[in-house]
């Protein structure tokens, strides 16, 4: 059974850093890619970030370039996101998100909250 199990969000001030970790489970971690989603109150989930399986080649959502940075240690099978300068449009829950065994799995998401 596919498991990502999501940590690492919380309340931040703006400017402030944050680091998601997704831990994955129950498949072959290292030949997927990996992506980070967010949903803001009222709003639709929307991507945020990816990483691929060969060479780490990584894509983001115009509005965290240079911003978030994600990585991923298949080691220990987990993808990361690091988020720096952060704003108060960046409030959201996060979610970690994988296409294996030709479906969808979700993480249960973490709160994000950039307030002052």
């Known amino acids: 059974q596919v498991q990502l199990v999501v940590s690492g969000g919380g309340m931040v001030q703006p400017g402030g850093s944050l680091r998601l970790s997704c831990a994955a489970s129950?498949?072959?971690?290292?030949?997927?890619?990996m992506r980070w989603f967010r949903q803001a109150p009222g709003k639709e989930r929307d991507f945020v970030a990816t990483v691929s399986s060969v060479f780490d080649t990584t894509e983001y959502e115009a509005s965290v370039k240079g911003r978030f940075t994600i990585s991923r240690d298949n080691a220990k099978n987990t993808v990361f996101l690091q988020m720096k300068s952060l704003k108060p449009e960046d409030t959201a829950v996060y979610y970690c998100h994988v296409r294996a065994f030709r479906r969808v799995w979700w993480g249960q998401g973490t709160q994000v909250t950039v307030s002052s």
């Open positions: 129950g498949f072959p971690f290292e030949i997927y890619a």
